[in-house]
């Protein structure tokens, strides 16, 4: 029985620093809970002088613990009693879903088990992946030594709160580094009891710390840090801009950035069977509710196809229901607050004022109370210069854009801002690969939509989606600065 009473689940509280629990004093910020909008528990945001002393005990404990400096197994053995901690603790799961859009049953079944092979796959980059010697003169010896950082400040969304933690604490953590995480201010309990856990499993105190509060304000600070040595962000592509510009005003420090999009599902005439299609095409944009920002929403499609796949998508989004995120049954993620559905409104409704009209959705779902479930949407008659073609919404709304040529189709596919995925739909391997080479993105699926569990598999985005990789071999190598070294005999 997944099920649980959110009335019953006591929450962290506030900051995780040094191993200890921090309430912290100053500005209280008030955390709903997504499902019904009712109050989940209050944080006191981080202030300079709180983010100085996360920052200050990372960098002290990284050195003094021998973190950086142990065998690497070592710290992959760590990592991995981690990872196991993580998939068997109940209570992380229902802070995640009680506080976030996630419901209970994606939670224990995906979410879970996702940040926990994340971080085993991390685990096992310790030992694996190091510097090299390079070709010089034979009377000398030329190496490529790496080093971690020192403290990596990590900046993560509110959509998947705990699998974005593992994707920046793993590889930091696996490279020798310490980390000073803030989550959003929306989501902010399930981090700290993942925090928890790492040092119940080994993990030296200070080498991770956790600091709540808003972006302007503890963000900022985080950023600004001058021993902070290198920022990893997830988030929207404003506050990217915001974080790079910090950055280099203080200490001209690295940034991973992964961004916003727009990602284009591209549909040709052969792409088979159209149920198929159309359920890949379905999850792309309905998955957390359209909050993610690999969604694909915008469907560009071949006319020979155009009505089934149409047809097919307006049975499949009236087949959705609202629940609560601790009902075990609930499959479909609120939004993450009133914020956020406003936001969604107010795009459809300027889209529909510039022509676009309104398939199927368009609305909340009714008797939802303060939880704002929205329905998913369909926009066709969308020309390029409609804002729900330009904007990221950050909600289950899809827009229809028809072509008839290939060329045609790649064309509708690019964007002015956003680069970071695409789907391509295509049984034909030629126009498949055309189509891969043909778009500005820093990820394509073939035939899917959607990351697997190919932690191998880099991601990242190109243009105004962001800078650097997360997941991968790239994310740890970029966690280690690396030192050239020439010897003569």
Not at 386 to 414: C, H, K, R, Y
């Given at each position: ?179 000073v995480l803030k989550p959003s201010e929306l989501t902010p309990f399930s981090t700290v009891r993942m925090a928890e856990l790492a040092v119940q499993a080994g993990l030296p105190a200070g080498v991770l710390n956790i600091i709540q509060g808003g972006g302007a304000v503890t963000g900022s600070a985080l950023v600004a840090h001058p021993l902070v040595r290198k920022v ?113 409104a107010s795009v459809i409704n300027s889209a529909r004022q510039q022509g676009a009209e309104v398939l199927v959705g368009g609305q909340r779902f009714a008797d939802t109370g303060e939880g704002f479930f929205w329905q998913p949407t ?112």
């Open positions: 029985m997944l099920s649980f009473d959110p009335d019953k689940i006591a929450l962290p509280a506030g900051h995780f620093i040094n191993g200890k629990h921090i309430r912290g004093q100053g500005e209280q910020l008030a955390v709903k809970r997504p499902s019904d909008g009712l109050l989940a528990g209050e944080l006191y945001q981080a202030d300079a002088a709180l983010v100085d002393e996360a920052v200050s005990v990372a960098d002290a404990a990284v050195r003094d613990s021998g973190w950086a400096s142990c065998p690497p197994r070592q710290r992959g053995a760590v990592l991995k009693r981690w990872a196991d901690m993580i998939e068997v603790d109940p209570l992380l799961a229902q802070l995640e879903s009680l506080g976030s859009t996630r419901p209970i049953y994606d939670v224990v079944n995906h979410e879970i088990p996702f940040t926990a092979d994340a971080i085993r796959f991390y685990a096992e980059c310790a030992d694996k992946y190091s510097g090299d010697v390079l070709p010089t003169r034979d009377v000398s010896l030329g190496m490529l030594v790496p080093e971690p950082y020192g403290v990596i400040g990590a900046i993560t969304p509110w959509n998947f709160p705990l699998s974005m933690a593992s994707w920046k604490c793993g590889p930091a953590l696996a490279a020798g580094n310490a980390v990893s962000f997830t988030g929207s592509t404003a506050t990217g801009a915001r974080i790079m510009s910090d950055a280099a005003f203080n200490g001209m420090k690295p940034v991973t950035l992964e961004l916003g999009g727009k990602s284009p599902q591209l549909v040709f005439d052969d792409c088979g069977d159209i149920t198929e299609v159309a359920g890949r095409i379905l999850r792309g944009f309905t998955a957390n509710g359209g909050q993610a920002c690999v969604a694909g929403t915008r469907l560009i499609v071949q006319r020979g196809v155009h009505d089934a796949l149409i047809g097919k998508l307006i049975e499949l989004c009236q087949g959705f229901r609202a629940g609560v995120t601790w009902d075990e049954s609930s499959r479909y993620a609120p939004m993450i607050d009133r914020r956020q559905a406003t936001k969604v369909l926009l066709a008659g969308v020309a390029n210069d409609n804002p729900a073609v330009q904007e990221e919404i950050f909600g289950p709304v899809l827009t229809v854009q028809i072509f008839d040529e290939e060329a045609e189709g790649l064309a509708l596919a690019s964007h002015p801002t956003y680069g970071l995925c695409a789907g391509v739909h295509t049984k034909n391997i030629d126009r498949a690969l055309r189509a891969m080479r043909g778009i500005a993105a820093g990820t394509v699926w073939i035939n899917r939509y959607g990351r697997s569990g190919d932690f191998i598999i880099p991601t990242g985005g190109f243009h105004g989606s962001g800078i650097g990789k997360d997941l991968g071999r790239q994310a740890f190598e970029a966690c280690q600065r690396y030192k050239s070294v020439l010897i003569d005999f």
